[in-house]
């Protein structure tokens, strides 16, 4: 009976994750402040969250909001990841949401196999903000 059963379960166990409202969604801001004043783009970016969850009646914590980097190649850039929320949902936020609100220059939002960017600043270049390794490899001598 248990020989019947174990394909049922792994069956269902594959279908719950593949459709799991977990997945992550993740997040990259950039600001527009400048070296002197780069640490209050963190606290912008946690009041643009903060009045995303108001909205939606929910709360981020621990369990649902990581912030992944921070201050990304020296420039006030931080990448979040965000589970249990709608990914369009978002996205209709950010292209709603006043930019000079939260000093915003750039904004991606990735879902999966999805990436939408907005550039919030009259001039902007999204290259300038993704992730990219900042060592450089040495040769063996």
Same mark, same amino acid.
């Given at each position: 009976?248990?020989?019947?059963?174990?394909?049922?379960?792994?069956?269902? &166990?594959?279908?719950?994750?593949?459709?799991?409202?977990?997945?992550?969604?993740?997040?990259?801001?950039?600001?527009?402040?400048?070296?002197?004043?780069?640490?209050?783009?963190?606290?912008?970016?946690?009041?643009?969250?903060?009045?995303?969850?108001?909205?939606?009646? &929910?709360?981020?914590?621990?369990?649902?909001?990581?912030?992944?980097?921070?201050?990304?190649?020296?420039?006030?850039?931080?990448?979040?990841?965000?589970?249990?929320?709608?990914?369009?949902?978002?996205?209709?936020?950010?292209?709603? &949401?006043?930019?000079?609100?939260?000093?915003?220059?750039?904004?991606?939002?990735? $879902?999966?196999?999805?990436?939408?960017?907005? $550039?919030?600043?009259?001039? $902007?270049?999204?290259?300038?903000?993704?992730?990219?390794?900042?060592?450089?490899?040495?040769?063996?001598?």
């Amino acid at each position: 009976m248990f020989r019947l059963l174990v394909p049922f379960l792994l069956l269902a &166990i594959v279908e719950h994750v593949n459709s799991s409202p977990w997945e992550m969604v993740e997040v990259t801001l950039a600001s527009e402040y400048n070296n002197s004043t780069m640490n209050y783009a963190l606290d912008d970016f946690r009041d643009l969250f903060d009045e995303f969850a108001q909205q939606q009646g &929910i709360r981020f914590h621990r369990g649902n909001f990581r912030e992944i980097a921070a201050f990304i190649n020296g420039l006030p850039v931080a990448k979040y990841g965000l589970r249990g929320v709608d990914c369009e949902q978002f996205r209709q936020f950010l292209s709603g &949401i006043k930019a000079q609100k939260y000093h915003l220059q750039y904004a991606a939002v990735r $879902c999966g196999p999805m990436t939408f960017s907005f $550039c919030m600043a009259f001039s $902007c270049t999204p290259d300038d903000f993704l992730l990219r390794p900042t060592t450089t490899a040495i040769p063996w001598k």
